[in-house]
């Protein structure tokens, strides 16, 4: 499918005009905060903060360590150096602690062959909850000025679970203004920085989360996902993000929320620092929801068939593939080949060369009973009167408007995508036929290799030059499939390396098992601050 020319002005006048903003965000926006010479936070010094969720919990079980030693490890790390990411946006520190004691009383009084893992597999364990999330007496804002007062009275399904398997969680973190951007910015909280360099973006929208899993200020977090909100952040922040099969795991009491089609979209996923803690949370997210994958089918990693694409195809909306990004990908491959013996089949699928325009077509699109998707700018809004895009960047160009200018620009370009009615209908056909191409490829024993993001951790307010890099992540939340995004190193600057694990739907147990193995392989999560 050929572009029209009416496209490529389209993007050639965005790309004008994003770089023309970025010289004015460059003069309004001040500093951000010194950390002395040294780019990245200081590494933690407690050996507690350094366990896996699954550790952590069994020590806990066995009375090795008391919780309330692990929860205070936890808050002290977040005070040293929550100044300097400006992640945790609301703390519930006494509250937690008053948690942890109660789990230490249970502990102390339940008998030795008593089935706590069974009841509690979290028991004891500190998370964090991207603040898009209702969680009983928090704000749940999402960067929207408008909703500075909204404070949580109840929990969302995700996060009950998660209290009730024993979670403890330690406070909400940042996100972009209603989750629809890859930079964590917004008018309520502020930016939040990455911990390799504070000068670089955590990614979106669940981006606080990446950062507090990455400086070992959590070791489990909440997020969702409808374009790569999951995956981009934990690709910038060298973690691991599962974005699971669509419709696994419930949605329910966060904002805004999926309506329409998007409700086949939008999930919900767990994001943790080691890849063992992917699969019981995801348990515990999805609950009876979990029988429609196999998680309990064993994975021979020998039998998988992989196959491995280097890029998009080469669309005109995105940036070139980093040769760094290339390059480790690269060694995925020769590993995998070498250590496992498989054959690892380099593809190309052409349509994929399309993914920005598919995703927008089919956010867009009407849902199978022609209810139309919600408006961006009716969210922005929140009930009250719908924002006027052009009167909101003629405010925000004299510093007037509540509002972050990608949330602005994404109302512009909302109008735009449904102005071409009958292109809008080829591109949503264009994605159902993608669909079933890669459902075929993929089959029920297939892992595809793909880019987390075509570029490493970019500077802040960089992505208004690149605003659609987040293809290379949405195109999967169209196509409904479960996609792992894996830590690989750090690369020459310092900054988080990773890939993409895509399977067939309800084919989690792939990802997962894949994910472990790499992470063993090239070694994970990597301390900030070491190097």
């Known amino acids: 499918m050929a572009l029209s020319r009416a496209e490529r002005c389209l993007a050639l ?13 460059a003069l309004l926006t001040p500093p951000p905060p010194r950390a002395g010479p040294a780019r990245a936070v200081p590494p933690p010094r ?6 896996p969720a699954r550790r952590l919990a069994q020590l806990l079980r066995a009375r090795q360590v008391a919780c309330v030693e692990v929860v205070e490890a936890y808050v002290e790390r977040i005070k040293e150096v929550n100044p300097l990411i400006n992640a945790v946006v609301k703390d519930r520190f006494e509250e937690a602690l008053q948690e942890a004691r109660q789990v230490d009383k249970l502990l102390s009084e339940a008998p030795a062959d008593d089935c706590l893992e069974e009841k509690f597999p979290l028991l004891g364990v ?15 804002t999402s960067g929207l000025v408008n909703r500075r007062n909204v404070i949580a009275t109840s929990d969302a399904t995700v996060v009950s679970r998660l209290k009730q398997a024993g979670a403890i969680p330690l406070g909400v973190t940042n996100c972009s203004e209603l989750c629809m951007w890859y930079e964590s910015s917004n008018k309520v909280y502020g930016r939040t920085n990455n911990p390799y360099d504070l000068q670089r973006i955590v990614g979106g929208s669940s981006g606080g989360e990446g950062s507090v899993l990455a400086a070992a200020c959590s070791v ?35 904002f805004p929320n999926a309506q329409g089609v998007r409700t086949s ?29 196999k998680l309990n089918e064993k994975v021979s990693l020998e039998k998988i068939k992989f196959h491995c694409m280097d890029h998009d195809g080469g669309s005109i909306f995105v940036s070139p593939v980093d040769k760094e990004i290339l390059q480790v990908q690269k060694k995925v491959v020769e590993h995998l080949e070498t250590d496992l013996g498989v054959r690892v089949q380099h593809v190309t699928i ?4 399309y993914s920005f325009q598919i995703w927008s077509a089919m956010m867009s699109s009407k849902d199978s009973d022609g209810q139309e998707a919600q408006r961006f700018t009716d969210l922005l809004g929140d009930h009250g009167k719908p924002v006027w895009p052009l009167w909101e960047l003629m405010k925000w160009l004299v510093g007037m408007s509540s509002h972050t200018l990608p949330a602005i620009a994404l109302g512009l370009t909302e109008k735009l995508v449904n102005l071409n009615v009958s292109g809008k209908a080829k591109l949503v056909s264009m994605g159902k036929s993608l669909q079933e191409e890669m459902e075929a490829l993929l089959g029920p024993d297939g892992v595809l290799l793909y880019p987390s993001h075509p570029t490493i951790a970019p500077k802040h307010h960089s992505p208004i030059c690149m605003p659609f890099n987040f293809a290379y992540t949405a195109i999967f939340n169209v196509l409904g499939l479960p996609v792992t995004q894996c830590p690989l190193g750090l690369g020459s600057e310092g900054l988080p390396l990773g890939i993409q694990l895509v399977a067939a739907a309800y084919n989690d147990h792939l990802t997962l098992a894949v994910a472990r193995y790499l992470e063993k392989a090239f070694g994970g999560w990597v301390v900030p601050g070491e190097v």
Not at 350 to 353: A, L, R, V
């Open 350 to 353: 052409h349509k994929m060369k």
């Open 46 to 51: 407690r050996a507690l903060l350094l366990l």
């Open 220 to 254: 489990i977090g909440v997020g969702s996902d409808i374009g790569g909100s999951i995956r981009m952040p934990a690709f910038f922040n060298g973690v691991f993000g599962h974005k699971p099969t669509t419709g696994v795991v419930p949605n329910d009491g966060q």
């Open 126 to 140: 500190p998370i964090t909850v991207k603040e898009a999330f209702s969680l009983y007496g928090m704000p749940n």
């Open 265 to 293: 979209y939008l999930c919900t996923g767990p994001m943790c620092r080691y890849a063992e803690d992917l699969e019981p949370v995801l348990r515990v997210m999805a609950g009876p929801g979990v029988s429609k994958l």
């Open 13 to 25: 006048l965005l790309r004008l005009l994003s770089r023309a903003c970025l010289a004015l965000l």
